[in-house]
């Protein structure tokens, strides 16, 4: 028997309407590329914008955020601690604004990469002209692939971290996340996985609650 068209409005309206997503980075380069990469992986890239915001500060990628809200339903800035003097102000700024949400990592981005590999909370600090971001780099750079890893580039990592590394990385980022809670001493930590698990939710249809 054919459906008419109040039978597919029936079945349409079972779901809710999927939000629109507005992810801002810090960098237009490597974590950009891996979250435009783990989009398409859930298959929520069509409801997803992932944008490099204009600007390398904290600051900057809110004030960017608080410009663009009215145009989507959520907002992700995704930024580091690093040696961002406007960090603290950053994170007062967007505590105002319901749709924006903060995904910090302490000191960098780079520690969820890290994390693909193993449990860590060893806290990286700046030590001479090096930066913690630089020194987490450096170690970054001890693990198999990613020898020549460049924050610059826009090489992707994410199909190479797929698999058991990506599972272990989901696994142990809430769990050093919430030890550094714990002992009230972020660095290192990362809230990466939250947005990964915001991907994940928007490649499913929800249910209304009809």
């Known amino acids: 028997m054919a459906r008419n068209t109040n039978s597919f409005s029936r079945a ?3 779901f809710k309407a999927q939000p629109t997503v507005l992810i801002l980075c810090e960098d237009s ?6 979250l435009e990469d783990a989009s398409k992986h859930f298959r929520a890239h069509t409801k997803v914008e992932i944008a490099h915001s204009g600007y390398t500060d904290p600051r900057g990628i809110v004030n960017a955020a608080i410009k663009r809200q009215t145009k989507f339903d959520q907002v992700f800035c995704v930024i580091d601690r690093d040696t ?3 960090f603290d102000e950053a994170v007062q700024l967007a505590s105002s604004h319901q749709k924006i949400k903060l995904i910090k990592s302490y000191p960098c981005y780079e520690l969820w990469l890290l994390l693909h590999f193993g449990s860590t909370r060893k806290p990286y600090r700046s030590v001479g002209n090096n930066s913690a971001g630089y020194l987490l780099n450096q170690d970054l ?3 198999v692939g990613f020898e020549n890893y460049d924050k610059g580039s826009a090489h992707s990592t994410f199909a190479s971290l797929l698999g058991e590394p990506f599972i272990n990385a989901r696994r142990i980022s809430p769990q050093v996340l919430a030890q550094a809670i714990s002992e009230q001493e972020l660095n290192p930590s990362t809230e990466l996985h939250l947005l990964i698990d915001r991907l994940e939710e928007l490649s499913t249809p929800q249910l209304t609650n009809n």
């Not at 380069?29 to 891996?34: A, D, P, Q, R």
């Open 12 to 14: 349409n309206s079972q």
């Open 141 to 143: 750079r001890t693990k």
């Open 84 to 86: 961002h003097a406007n």
């Open 29 to 34: 380069k490597s974590g950009k590329t891996y």
